[in-house]
């Protein structure tokens, strides 16, 4: 019996011994140092030197958060003997990838590099570090203008200096712009193509920067409002009647704006009464099956997204017989 109760309990402490090692796995990888953020980099614009990182959505439950550091490289400006040593300058939320430093002077050079802290405080490597000496940003372009060509938006402004490029910004909800740009490469032209949506309202706005390896950008221009609800289409031209015994024929140009949806037809017989529509069409041409033996006028209009044009009229149209 005792030899049964001995075995009984010696094989509890190996169980309670090996359970105990398997629950202390997790204890020793949070010891461990936490991945670094990685692509770090910067964009200067105007009063801000915006810091952007990556780090994995997943790991994020197993950090704090991050630490940003900034050095002061060189600066014409102040004192020989300026600290050239990291500094803490911010600590951000494990799930927050920006940060925007104000405190910087134009010409001085910083260098910046960020680590994150897991939930035992222990810090990770460091990030790359990046150098940055913010520039005076140039002005931003004036008179930004847009014009619908084709299924395309060509948005166009005034060049705002030599050597200057461009990044255009859009956004559905006015004045509220991304950090990132249209464009994938800065521009070297003072004009930009883009989709042309009809059924959104969109609104646009450009910024000026300098090249190099950071992005010095100045503040927005103003702001273009592309609302298609307000297009208003040219009228038809070259419209014309061919009068049969039985029928009228209408026919006009295409319209000149490839947003255009259609036509609207109205015709007058009585002056009295005036113009009543009497039919739509989706082609430059429309067909009047009331016999025309007393004279009419007709109007055509074009229709945009969602506002007609100014009429183009035709008059005193009849079927005169030969004889």
Not at 105 to 126: A, C, H
Not at 252 to 268: H, S
């Amino acid at each position: 019996m005792r030899r049964q109760v001995t075995f009984y309990f010696l094989l509890f402490t190996v169980c309670l011994f090996i359970s105990c090692g398997k629950r202390g796995d997790p204890s020793l990888k949070s010891y461990e140092k936490p991945d670094p953020p990685s692509g770090l980099r910067a964009i200067h614009r105007g009063s801000e030197i915006i810091l952007l990182w990556n780090f994995s959505k997943e790991k994020e439950p197993s950090i704090k958060g991050f630490y940003l550091m900034k050095a002061i490289v060189s600066s014409p400006s102040l004192e020989k003997g300026i600290r050239k040593d990291f500094e803490k300058i911010a600590f951000l939320k494990s799930d927050e990838r920006s940060y925007a430093d104000t405190d910087f002077n134009i010409g001085t050079e910083y260098r910046y590099k960020i680590v994150s802290q897991n939930l035992r405080g222990i810090l990770s490597n460091d990030s790359d570090i990046i150098n940055i000496i913010p520039r005076k940003v140039p002005f931003p372009p004036r008179k930004v203008e847009f014009r619908v060509e084709d299924n395309s938006l060509l948005l166009s402004w005034e060049r705002a200096g030599d050597g200057i490029l461009y990044n255009v910004y859009r956004t559905y909800k006015k004045g509220q712009y991304t950090l990132m740009p249209l464009n994938r490469e800065p521009i070297r032209e003072t004009s930009f193509k883009d989709n042309f949506e009809i059924e959104k309202t969109v609104y646009y706005a450009i910024r000026s920067l300098l090249g190099g390896d950071v992005r010095d950008e100045g503040p927005l221009s103003e702001e273009v409002e592309v609302n298609p609800s307000e297009f208003v289409p040219s009228p038809p031209e070259g419209l014309q009647a061919v009068v049969t015994e039985d029928k009228t024929y209408l026919l006009w140009k295409e319209a000149a704006e490839t947003w255009v949806t259609g036509y609207r037809i109205y015709r007058e017989i009585d002056k009295k009464e005036g113009f009543v529509f009497i039919g739509d069409t989706q082609i430059p041409a429309f067909v009047d099956n009331e016999r025309p033996t007393v004279s009419r006028n007709y109007r055509v209009t074009a229709i945009g997204p969602s506002k007609e044009s100014p009429a183009t009229e035709i008059g005193d149209v009849v079927f005169i017989p030969y004889r």
